[in-house]
């Protein structure tokens, strides 16, 4: 017998040039043995994707094309061709369907019952023929969602990745991701369709299955209600069936809420134990209200009527520590607590009617008075006389423990009970944030989440997930919130879940997840159908993302739907409407925002007032542009005079330069961007050739100075005639931007300052241009020092990653970092003394720790992960030059008001240049590309002119255009 094609298994692996791979797929056509060695290449790649179908989100820089049991398939991935489409085969597919999402196909949406599979992976047998016939008649969206059906999740999202967008494409994306386990990035995929086509319901279906998986239960319902309206066979049904029960389970939460607090506050105030069925169902209210119920006890026999409670409750939560405050409690001296009792129950009685604010509270049937006017006096006595139980109580329920701290430290620590240990920790975290130490605050709440009660390990998460909104640290906000959501479900506690969706949805909106925030932010309003707070706030955030994606029209309506129930905007709509007065003007704005803008300013903390004066000069810099500049430039001094750390006041610094930017292009001022870019750095614009590059929602400025010192420039806004999903599209740009760029960079090297959104994106300045992103830093002067190179990494197990080798094979190594050593912290250690640096590594991105990318490297004493905060810390002494060989290395995280990456880390921690790019790299084609790059740089060449030389080759040669992705950061 003779042997199969050397090259066949580099073929699947894709790892041979066009001009290789096509000579493969000629002889494949004709040669049956090796049509069957990949036949057994593809059957056991798919057996291995459906058991690791639920792997984590991580890219990688090599994945394996693994297509169809058919050599006829493989056009679909390698021919560069295109084939006319042709009818699709009709198919009747069998039996019960085993995956939940829809897709497009048409053969493939017909409706079958749903039944998922048990212990095995969630697939639909779809024929070999069927597949072959799909990808001869060129049907590469039905051949998607078959893929999609079988199994083969990887390969269906390279077919449709390579298809024009559109709601079919958005749609199977969308499903793909539901198989994968990712509801998240299904949501938001969904969502992108709908956008497309309100009305496609494979779209509505997939976008009610991720709302309903993540626990969006009422928003899964209604969208369940959508789909059942266009009254689809089968379809419909099944729909009203899902959206009975979701109703049903989401309005019986919050009947089984209010039936649970109507029985604690019985337990607290008349001694009734709380029956098991709602203990179980909440118990972390309930272990809140038990320690209430005992602290208010008339006596010995009242409390011990609690202990089968606290016996249920420790049941559920493991120890005895519920039953251990019984016992205490059991044994105070009810004589002399008879003086304090009756104030005490008022003061109980004041806290329950003053949880009526969140449309949740007990329905109190006792005639006993509050305290009312004496609050505060009757809280000092407590705190000066009583004991320790009672001073807790007291200072948790009036929230006061902060102003109290040492006298509730000292009750915490003799009452001895881990359920008030850990509020204390909690405590002490918030009075780390108010003395400005937020790292300290950080770690406390990080050990509560770790190791107390479930219900404080919930309370923490929360306090964490808004410590990090605060410093903009928004996938950790994200995460936390989502953390907390699920504990606060588990425990029962639903006020808790309606201050953590709003948590959640906010952390989404400045993740630019607009589908998962307006999901989150949909679902509080839908449980509080009478709160004009959720209302308003869901209005204000849809408007927000509405003027990202330059639909002003549309964030009119929303904050007008905002605004419709009568309570001013926040400051958040108030920003929106001011950007819906830039992009679409109306009479009587300037009217309304200055009856925005009032309560604002009377409300707001100092650094909220320099924000409000940020958001009217923003709005009138094109009516009234003297009055809008020296409003925008007020609010940039008195930023900085209040230190400029918090991101409020970095926002309004890097929005108001940004805005004169543009302004001062449209007056065609174009020496005034080189300025103001300056004074913005607090230094000089570098000798040379410079360009700077801002783009303000719909409006496109750029001035190039060459290396004469003539300066340039263009202004144009660009209709907005497409749907945007953030911001302008690259196409839209290059055309403002290349006739300077060229014009400027010729005949030498081009320094481009460019923020958000650009900052980070290939493919806008022309092929032949040498040039590179400015990271804002200074630029340090090389010195001698080691080469560093990391590679060969024993990345962890559980990520599924296949071993990647160097690039630099063929150049002398100092110090070659690989297999387990290559951790974080040896690799870093490492690079003090560098004076090149190479990482041929795995990326990641959406880690849930960052918005940028990390470098998967060994599991080291603090995880895998090389994350930018990680970098930044680090001392770059030798000032190297650092290529990043890793997928999308060069991820910028979506914040408008700063550029924040691995480059931008590797900079600050003393890089003089960094190359990366923001997209996957295919190992094979990379390692060719990258090795003549390596060379260029060890002797020494400017990485811009080196990189510049090796793209416009490769592209003539090879014409992949992923090389226009790798760039140069300074």
Not at 150 to 164: I, K, M, T, W
Not at 449 to 468: C, D, I, K, N, V
Not at 487 to 507: M, S, Y
Not at 934 to 945: F, H, I, N, Q, V
């Amino acid at each position: 017998m003779n042997s199969p094609h050397p090259d066949v298994n580099a073929f699947f692996d894709q790892q041979l040039s066009a001009v290789e791979a096509d000579a493969v797929r000629a002889h494949l056509a004709d040669c049956a043995q090796c049509q069957r060695e990949l036949h057994a290449l593809m059957q056991l790649d798919a057996r291995v994707e459906a058991l690791e179908a639920r792997r984590p989100a991580t890219w990688k820089r090599v994945v394996p094309v693994v297509v169809l049991a058919a050599a006829t398939l493989l056009g679909v991935f390698f021919a560069t061709r295109e084939q006319p489409a042709k009818p699709s085969p009709l198919v009747q597919l069998t039996g019960p369907r085993h995956l939940d999402a829809r897709v497009s196909w048409r053969d493939g949406d017909v409706w079958r019952p749903y039944e998922p599979a048990r212990g095995a992976a969630s697939v639909d047998v779809v024929p070999l023929t069927t597949l072959a016939a799909l990808e001869q008649g060129g049907d590469r969206s039905a051949l998607a969602g078959a893929l999609i059906l079988s199994g083969s999740l990887e390969q269906a999202r390279r077919v449709l990745e390579g298809l024009p967008d559109s709601a079919q494409r958005s749609a199977d994306l969308a499903a793909a991701a539901l198989a994968l386990g990712r509801a998240d990035d299904a949501l938001e995929l969904a969502q992108d369709a709908l956008e497309l086509e309100p009305n496609n319901a494979r779209a509505l279906w997939n976008k009610a299955v991720a709302a309903r998986a993540l626990g969006f239960t009422a928003v899964a319902a209604r969208t369940f209600g959508e789909v059942a309206a266009l009254r689809e066979p089968g379809w419909a049904d099944e729909a009203v069936a899902q959206q009975r029960a979701l109703d049903e389970r989401w309005k019986r939460t919050l009947d089984v809420h209010q039936r649970m607090l109507d029985a604690a506050a019985a337990m607290a105030l008349d001694g009734t134990p709380m029956p098991d069925a709602l203990i179980r169902a909440a118990p972390g209210p309930s272990r809140m209200y038990l320690t209430y119920a005992l602290r208010l006890a008339r006596d010995r026999a009242s409390v011990e009527a609690l202990m089968p409670v606290a016996v249920t409750l420790d049941a559920l939560n493991g120890g005895d520590g519920a039953q251990a405050s019984v016992r205490r409690a059991a044994a105070a001296d009810f004589k002399a607590r008879a003086k304090l009792l009756p104030e005490l129950r008022a003061f109980f009685v004041d806290f329950l009617r003053g949880l009526s604010g969140w449309g949740i509270a007990p329905r109190l049937t006792t005639k006993e008075r509050g305290l009312g006017a004496d609050t505060a006096a009757f809280i000092d006595r407590v705190v000066t006389r009583e004991k320790n139980e009672d001073v807790v109580l007291v200072l948790l329920l009036s929230m006061q423990a902060q102003d109290h701290f040492e006298a509730f430290s000292r009750a915490v620590a003799g009452a001895d009970d881990v359920w008030f240990t850990a509020a204390l920790d909690l405590e002490r975290g918030k009075r780390a944030v108010a003395a400005a130490r937020a790292s300290e605050a950080e770690r406390v709440w990080l050990e509560v989440a770790r190791s107390g009660p479930a219900f404080r390990r919930m309370q923490a998460r929360e306090r964490l997930a808004m410590l990090y909104a605060d410093e903009h640290r928004a996938a950790e906000a994200q995460r936390e919130a989502i953390e907390a959501l699920a504990l606060a479900r588990e425990q029962g506690d639903v006020v808790a879940q309606l201050r953590l969706l709003w948590t959640l949805g906010n952390a989404a909106r400045f993740r630019n997840l607009g589908a998962l925030s307006q999901a989150a932010l949909e679902e509080r309003a839908l449980w509080q159908p009478e709160s004009c707070e959720s209302r308003r706030y869901l209005g204000e955030s849809v408007a927000t993302m509405e003027v990202a994606m330059l639909e002003p029209r549309r964030a009119r309506a929303a904050l007008e739907r905002a605004a419709s129930c009568g309570d001013p905007l926040s400051i958040v709509g108030a920003f929106s409407f001011a950007d819906v007065m830039r992009l679409d003007p109306h009479d009587g704005d300037g009217a309304k925002l200055t009856a925005m803008l009032v309560p604002l300013r009377t409300e707001a903390d100092e650094a909220q007032r320099v924000f409000v004066d940020h958001i009217e000069g923003r709005a009138l810099l094109d009516v009234d542009r003297e009055r809008g500049e020296a409003l925008l430039r007020k609010s940039i001094v008195a930023a900085r005079k209040l230190g400029g750390v918090d991101a409020m006041t970095l926002k309004v610094q890097a929005y108001g330069y940004g805005l004169l930017r543009s302004d001062a292009a449209r007056r065609g001022d174009f020496p005034a961007l080189f300025a103001l870019t300056a004074e913005e750095l607090g230094r000089p614009i570098p000798d040379g050739c410079v360009l700077v590059v801002e783009v303000q929602d719909d409006r496109v400025a750029v001035a190039g100075r060459d290396r004469s010192g003539q300066i340039a420039g263009a202004f144009q806004r660009v209709p907005l005639t497409r749907r945007h999903r953030q911001g302008l599209e690259a196409d839209e740009i290059s055309a403002v931007v290349s006739s300077i760029a060229t014009r400027t960079g010729d005949g030498c090297e081009l320094l481009v300052y460019a923020g958000y959104p650009l900052h980070g994106r290939g493919a806008w300045l022309p092929d032949a241009l040498a040039w590179s992103y400015a990271t804002g830093i200074p630029k340090r002067a090389a010195l001698p020092g080691r080469t560093v190179v990391v590679s060969d990494v024993e990345a962890p197990p559980e990520l599924g990653l296949k071993p990647l080798g160097s690039w630099s094979t063929g150049v002398p190594v100092d110090d070659r970092i690989t297999g387990a050593q290559a951790t974080p912290e040896r690799v870093l250690s490492a690079l003090g003394d560098a004076a090149y640096v190479e990482f041929d590594v795995h990326g990641q991105v959406n880690t849930g720790s960052e918005d940028t990318a990390a470098l998967v490297l060994a599991t080291g004493a603090n995880g895998h992960s090389l994350t930018a905060a990680r970098v930044a810390q680090a001392k770059l002494n030798r000032h190297p030059v650092v290529l990043l060989g890793a997928c999308r290395a060069a991820t910028a995280a979506p914040y408008m008001h700063e550029a924040w990456s691995l480059p931008r880390a590797f900079a600050q921690a003393g890089a003089r240049s960094i190359i990366a790019a923001p997209v996957d790299l295919p190992d094979g084609e990379a390692r060719r590309f990258f090795g003549p790059l390596t060379e260029r740089l060890l002797r020494g060449e400017s990485p811009a002119s080196a990189l510049r030389d090796e793209r416009v080759k490769w592209l003539a040669a090879n014409g992949a255009p992923w090389v226009r992705q790798v760039l140069v950061f300074e």
